[in-house]
T-cell receptor, first 115, second 113 residues
Framework: GESVGLHLPTLSVQEGDNSIINCAYSNSASDYFIWYKQESGKGPQFIIDIRSNMDKRQGQRVTVLLNKTVKHLSLQIAATQPGDSAVYFCAENSLDQTGANNLFFGTGTRLTVIP | ETGVTQTPRHLVMGMTNKKSLKCEQHLGHNAMYWYKQSAKKPLELMFVYNFKEQTENNSVPSRFSPECPNSSHLFLHLHTLQPEDSALYLC????????????FGSGTRLTVV
């Protein structure tokens, strides 16, 4: 029979366009958020981070926006390039069930850039 | 290179074999982590070591046994694995647990036959 699994959200954009990848987080007490990029055959790579006392942070071609009211995080990539094709994960830093701080990762979004 | 090196990159093992995965970092980080990444699943935290002390074991079966001899090295010893253990195993390191982002290695692609 057909297997049912967790389907990765996907986003396809034309080269040169801007990309927006969204993430909803669960813990209103989370104080630190990170976006990671994972290319095929590689581990996740740090892109940009933001602390909860900020709403926006900019890097080179990337911007992270944090909306604590609705617990929403977004990653904006300007002038998307083929090399940006990858899976993008958001992560939130919060206390786990043992009381320790840990990073919790989302399921990821697959970005495909169309040349 | 991220500064976190994992070996081997690929491993095929039988269910009765014993093997070890190795992770090494020279970033001066004090916390190290093992994650399992399976297809269509979020990253699963397996073990956490903070200043060489294991601080978390997230209900991982005993056929996975971590070892952290010092702050720069982390091992994952494998024995009598099951085919469903086939996955990408990622090592990461950070400043003391909870204080910042993680740096990941490239992972070991494990296939259990």
């Amino acid at each position: 029979g057909e297997s049912v699994g967790l389907h990765l959200p996907t986003l396809s954009v034309q080269e040169g366009d801007n990309s927006i990848i969204n993430c909803a987080y669960s813990n209103s007490a989370s104080d630190y958020f990170i976006w990671y990029k994972q290319e095929s055959g590689k581990g996740p790579q740090f892109i940009i981070d933001i602390r909860s006392n900020m709403d926006k942070r900019q890097g080179q071609r990337v911007t992270v926006l944090l909306n604590k009211t609705v617990k929403h995080l977004s990653l904006q990539i300007a002038a998307t390039q083929p090399g940006d094709s990858a899976v993008y994960f958001c992560a939130e830093n919060s206390l786990d069930q043992t009381g320790a701080n840990n990073l919790f990762f989302g399921t990821g979004t697959r970005l495909t850039v169309i040349p | 290179e991220t500064g976190v090196t994992q070996t081997p990159r690929h491993l095929v093992m039988g269910m009765t074999n014993k093997k070890s995965l190795k992770c090494e970092q020279h970033l001066g980080h004090n916390a190290m982590y093992w994650y399992k990444q399976s297809a269509k699943k979020p990253l699963e935290l397996m073990f956490v070591y903070n200043f060489k002390e294991q601080t978390e074991n997230n209900s991982v079966p005993s056929r996975f046994s971590p070892e952290c001899p010092n702050s720069s090295h982390l091992f994952l010893h494998l024995h009598t694995l099951q085919p469903e253990d086939s996955a990408l195993y990622l090592c990461a390191s950070s400043q003391p647990q909870g204080t910042g982002g993680y740096t990941f290695g490239s992972g070991t692609r494990l296939t259990v036959v």
